[in-house]
């Protein structure tokens, strides 16, 4: 059964950075073809992709959100963690990291999503 | 970058009502496309792969059909559960998302 959670602070001020931890089980991030990415979502908006590591340590971001972005991981924690620089408000979402099998799907399973608020 | 528009933007049905929400790429992305439902509150859940593979366990009534720029996800038999809202995501170049599409009741 594979599971992933989130975790990081919940508030955090502007030009902070950001750093969130997906835990997960039930799969191993050095099985071949095997990703996990980030996406996050505005409260009342759409989806945003905004990075992915593969099993072999391939990444790819957001063109948009490129420089401020980092995605690594610990196989043997079974842990991905993404940081963000220079937060901003319109940085408010909720986090979500998410499985995906093969390059040739979608992600297949999701965490439950951590709401990350930047206020002063 | 490739941008995803849906159509439309809410649609109001009820029970038992055949449902197509048709989704456009900016640019050709083969059958690379999937589409999810999410509900308040919740994670997305995948429902369609490869703009025509049914996701393990995901009902038989979700269908998803086309491929280059034009894309639609058909729920045969629009069920109480069904009420959400759907994206689509193309994965030919990066990901994006659409806007998504809330389907509520008439």
């Known amino acids: 059964q594979i599971t992933l959670k989130e975790s990081g602070p919940t508030l955090v001020k502007p030009t902070q950075t950001l750093t969130l931890t997906c835990t997960f089980s039930?799969?191993?991030?050095?099985?071949?073809?095997?990703?996990v990415g980030w996406i996050r979502q505005p409260p009342g908006k759409a989806l945003e992709w905004l990075a992915l590591?593969?099993?072999?340590?391939?990444?790819r971001y957001s063109p948009s959100l490129k420089s401020r972005l980092t995605i690594t991981k610990d196989t043997s924690k079974n842990q991905v963690v993404l940081t963000m620089t220079n937060m901003d408000p319109v940085d408010t979402a909720t986090y979500y990291c998410a499985h995906r099998r093969n390059p040739t799907g979608g992600f297949d399973y999701w965490g439950q999503g951590t709401l990350v608020t930047v206020s002063s | 970058d490739i941008q995803m528009t849906q159509s439309p933007s809410t649609l109001s049905a009820s029970v038992g009502d055949r449902v197509t929400i048709t989704c456009r790429a900016s640019?050709?992305?083969?059958?690379?496309l999937a589409w999810y439902q999410q509900k308040p509150g919740k994670a997305p859940k995948l429902l369609i792969y490869?703009?025509?593979s049914l996701e393990s366990g995901v009902p038989s009534r979700f269908s998803g059909s086309g491929s280059g720029t034009e894309f639609t996800l058909t729920i045969s038999s629009l069920q109480p559960d069904d009420f959400a809202t759907y994206y689509c995501q193309q994965y030919n170049s990066y990901f994006t998302f659409g806007p998504g599409t809330k389907v509520d009741i008439k």
């Open positions: 590591i593969y099993w072999n340590d391939d990444k």
């Open positions: 640019q050709s992305i083969s059958s690379w």
């Open positions: 039930g799969f191993s991030l050095s099985t071949s073809g095997v990703g």
């Open positions: 490869k703009a025509s």
